[in-house]
C-alpha cells in the first residue's frame, strides 16, 4: 500500500502533477533525542535474558526490573537493563567474596 501525496513540479515549469509514493508503515529509524535511549519490548528484554514473558512481566510488575508503561504495555530502556544486569552480577560476586 502506498500513500500518495499530489505536489506541483518546479514554478520555472508548467504547473503539473507529480505524485509521490510513500511506503506506508512505520520509519525503519526514527531520530531519537538521546543517541543511546532504545527501547524494548517484553518480548525483546525476555529474549535478552533469556527467560519466559511470565518472568520479565512479573518482574517489572513488582519493581525488581527497571521499566514503565506505555498505553498499558511494558517497555524498558535498554541503558536500564545493561545497569541492572551489571548491578545483579556486582551482588552475586560480592556474595562469593563473603562466603569464602
Known amino acids: 500500500m502506498y500513500n500518495t501525496r499530489r ?3 518546479s514554478p520555472s515549469q508548467r504547473p503539473g ?3 509521490n509514493l510513500l511506503p506506508l508503515g512505520r520509519p525503519k529509524q526514527y531520530n531519537l533525542p538521546v543517541p543511546h535511549a532504545e527501547i524494548l519490548t517484553l518480548k525483546e528484554v525476555a529474549d535478552l535474558l533469556r527467560v519466559a514473558e511470565k518472568t520479565v ?3 517489572a510488575q513488582s519493581g525488581d526490573l527497571p521499566a514503565f508503561k506505555v ?3 511494558w517497555r524498558f530502556r535498554r ?3 545493561d545497569r541492572w544486569i551489571d548491578e545483579q552480577t556486582e551482588k552475586k560476586a560480592s556474595a562469593g567474596d563473603s562466603d569464602e
Open 7 to 9: 505536489t506541483l513540479s
Open 79 to 81: 541503558d536500564d537493563i
Open 71 to 73: 498505553r498499558g504495555q
Open 17 to 19: 502533477i507529480r505524485w
Open 57 to 59: 512481566y512479573t518482574m
